[in-house]
């Protein structure tokens, strides 16, 4: 193995050079190996930024390109970013909804990766915006002992991250006074809005909303303060105004509504 302290100077020598998250990755390819890195980052709802992956380029389409097309409104990682969070590293899991392994993001986006696990480190920035550098392992989970040494290199991945990418928010389009978000045809809020235009009623959209992002009906009825009944009650609207029967067409249509706007 190599020596962790050369790893670790190489990465500092690197901050604000173009080697910075090579180094980077292979600095935490050190403590613990997985298969691809991408770094992303996030300014509320915009449309995210690829700040840096290793991936070939038959699956950078599904990682990066496809994802960044629509997909990563449903994206665990992503909807935490639009919360307060604190800079750390976290499990895929551990911020996933109740039914996020059953719902349609996974099976129809998600489960196209082919992955065993992926965490990674969220590192707050100044101005609202956030860097992930997610690790992805094909093959097996990391394990408690890998997370954990992961976790002891925290500081310094946060640390070298927050200097490298420090004016990442100027990037799209914030203010210089206070980070105040320029909405796009790519916001959350705007793509949940245009969703079901003229044929949902809002309380429908915002079940739709919660369905599309992985929760039961039962996680959802406790977000919104209604029955679980009352939320298979909306969903059987939605799915009647919407002419469709099930949650992989409701995936659908809210894809192909990104889509239209989009272009």
């Known amino acids: 193995m190599k020596n962790d302290f050369e790893a670790t100077g190489q990465l500092i ?12 990755s292979g600095a935490l390819q050190e403590i613990a190996p997985f298969d691809y890195t991408v770094v992303f980052g996030y300014f509320g709802s915009e ?6 992956d290793d991936f070939p380029s038959i699956k950078r389409k599904i990682f990066v390109e496809d994802y960044q097309e629509g997909p990563y409104l449903l994206d665990p990682f992503f909807l935490a970013t639009t919360k307060p969070i604190e800079s750390g590293l976290y499990r895929l899991r551990d911020l996933a909804p109740d039914r996020f392994y059953q719902g349609e993001y996974f099976r129809n986006y998600y489960v196209q990766t082919d992955l065993a696990e992926e965490i990674a480190f969220f ?7 956030v860097v992930v550098v997610s690790l992805m392992r094909a093959k097996k989970a990391f394990s408690v002992k890998e997370c954990r040494d992961l976790n002891r290199y925290a500081p310094v ?7 490298h990418w420090s004016d990442l928010a100027n990037n799209f389009g914030a203010s210089a006074g206070g980070g105040e978000l320029v909405k796009g045809a790519g916001s959350l ?14 309380r429908e959209k915002e079940v739709a909303e919660f369905t599309l992002k992985g929760h039961s009906a039962a996680a959802v009825g ?4 209604i029955s679980p009944g009352t939320v298979r009650i909306h969903r059987r609207n939605i799915y009647s105004k919407l ?9 659908s249509e809210f894809i192909d509504t990104l889509m239209e706007h989009s272009s």
């Not at 050079?17 to 980077?24: D, K, R, W």
């Open 157 to 163: 991945v946060l640390a070298a991250c927050q200097q």
């Open 13 to 24: 020598a690197d901050i604000g050079g173009t080697a910075f998250a090579t180094s980077l």
């Open 123 to 129: 590192i707050n920035l100044p101005d609202a915006a």
């Open 47 to 52: 449309r995210p930024l690829d700040l840096y």
């Open 189 to 202: 809020e705007l793509a949940f809005q245009k969703f079901g235009l003229g044929l949902l009623t809002p």
């Open 243 to 251: 002419r469709i029967r099930s949650q992989g067409e409701l995936f």
């Open 222 to 225: 406790r977000i919104l303060d």
